[in-house]
């Protein structure tokens, strides 16, 4: 029996309303969903970061009295790893006091961060790279930053971090002892201090020398923040080794009465690689020395190796897929490409001398040197290799790789607090020798 021609056209329409559905349903069901959230506090910046599974289409806006950002965020439904978020926001955020989230409005989520002060804002997003996916990245910087000498000179106060003071107690008694014994010609921290030749003024006479000339020393912790570096079998993660070992030669170099150091990123934050060299330039570093701890697809790949930048190319294949490698940190740590300077980065490039390259391998030789001391080299020679970290054209720059992390003895050893001391003490005494020789230039940079 047929249907009465109402019934089929209820039937038709029902169709219909199912087509439509089949259609438009899908958008709303599979919409993009936030797969992690990180944030990256520092007093550089601070970064936010939403991983995806698709691309994300952002707006934001800011808001003063108070200062807050809002920002919107389309095809997108809360979920409860975004929701995380809020507990993520650490209290000494230098930026962020708390961030709220809600569903605004159908496929959009709204963000709004309550600041601490007013910032300026980039808002960008990255492919898929590595072990991440799209990315939708939030960097809050300060809409007035702090001079960089200023800040060098306010962090003045270099041993105020006391766990590390003690655990460097031990080794400061070893180290004196070494200098004592023959052979050790190195002048003690505490008794003398170089000025700028290979004169070391005693005690009893620095009172009267107050035109000492303070050096200044740029370290460079490897990678950091979004990019881990690399990783070894046991789980050390490169970024938290080389850290580690920054902070420890800091604090040797410190000891030195004509020394001070400032770390291109004393946290764990990301800081592009143009912006590391920026930095050192900013206070007029005399040496800039960037160290790693790299790992290679044969966990039998050992020993330390020291590089400087070549104008040439490579000097081997090693070198030249390392410095490849570690190029490459820009993507994986992220960075707002539009922002970038590329006028700049050519400028860099071309006033890269012969000079500077030259310094950097007298470094870079008496660095090695005392290196081979304390572990076995990768080579025996200082490598060159187009490193875009060295690429600071006024000023003499070594990239240290400490061991490899991807070999199961070195990572032990690179995690031990013991050896990383041995290492620090090393490249003291390399850098010591190196101004002993190559007295810096007057700046008038008087203590």
Known sequence: MSKHPSARRRTFLQAGAT???????????????????RVWPAADYTRVTLENDAELKATHFLVKDPNRMVVEIEGLTLNSTLKELVAKIQTNDPYIKQVRVGQNRPNVVRMVFDLKEEINPQVFTLKP???????????????????????????????????????????????????????????????????????????????????????????????????????????SREKDVVLAIAKRLKHQLEQEENMRVMLT??????????????????????????????????????????????EKGATSTAARWLAKKENDADLIGGINIKNQDKQLAGVLLDLSTTAQINDSMKLGKVVLKEI???????KAAVEQAGFAVLKAPDIPSILIESAFISNPEEEARLTDEAYQTELSEAIVKGIKKYFAKNPPLNRGKIA
């Open 372 to 378: 081979s001391n304390v572990n076995r080299l990768h």
């Open 19 to 37: 087509l439509l559905l089949s259609v438009l349903v899908p958008k709303a069901a599979n919409a993009m969903q936030i797969l992690a959230v």
């Open 265 to 310: 990123r004393d946290g764990d934050y990301f800081v592009p690689l143009q912006t590391r060299v920026t930095k050192a330039r900013g206070v007029q570093a005399d040496l800039f020395v960037s160290i790693h701890a790299d790992g290679f697809i044969e966990p039998t790949a050992r020993g330390s190796s020291v590089f400087v930048l070549s």
């Open 129 to 235: 790279v590595g072990n991440y996916q799209h990315r939708l990245v939030f960097d809050l910087y300060p809409a007035n930053p702090v001079d960089p000498i200023t800040a060098l000179i306010e962090k003045g106060e270099w041993h105020k971090d006391d766990a590390l003071s003690a655990a460097m107690a031990g080794s400061s008694t070893n180290q004196s002892k070494n200098e004592s014994s023959p052979g050790k010609a190195d002048s003690k921290a505490g008794d003398k201090a170089v000025t700028g030749s290979d004169k070391v003024v005693p005690d009893e006479k620095r009172a009267s020398n107050s035109q000492i000339r303070m050096i200044t020393i740029a370290l460079d912790p490897g990678h950091g923040g979004e990019d881990p570096g690399a990783i070894g079998r046991g789980g």
